[in-house]
């Protein structure tokens, strides 16, 4: 994913999955500190949002939150159009 990312929070993120708005969601490795990891996404638009860096676990399961989210859930949205 692109390298320009927007600084985001992990509540502030899942709130944009769950409205439908994200489409793409990826864990990356940090490297400060070591082992932990941060969410990157990207909404409709093609922004890219980062978040700060949380440990393994919580970072997994809170991925496991937004991409569901974005994979199922905001198929669900009516649009109208």
Do not use: H
């Not at 439908?20 to 909404?43: F, H, M, Q, T, Y």
């Not at 638009?45 to 440990?55: D, F, R, V």
């Amino acid at each position: 994913m692109s390298s320009s990312r927007e600084n985001i929070s992990i509540i502030e993120l899942e709130g944009k999955a769950i409205i439908g708005l994200i489409v793409d969601v990826e864990l990356e490795d940090c490297s400060n500190p070591s082992g932990w990891k941060k969410i990157i996404a990207r909404d409709r638009n093609g922004t890219m949002y980062e978040t700060k860096c949380i440990e393994p676990q919580a970072a997994k399961r809170n991925f496991l939150v937004i991409s569901s989210y974005a994979s199922r859930w905001s198929n669900l949205i009516v649009e109208n159009k």
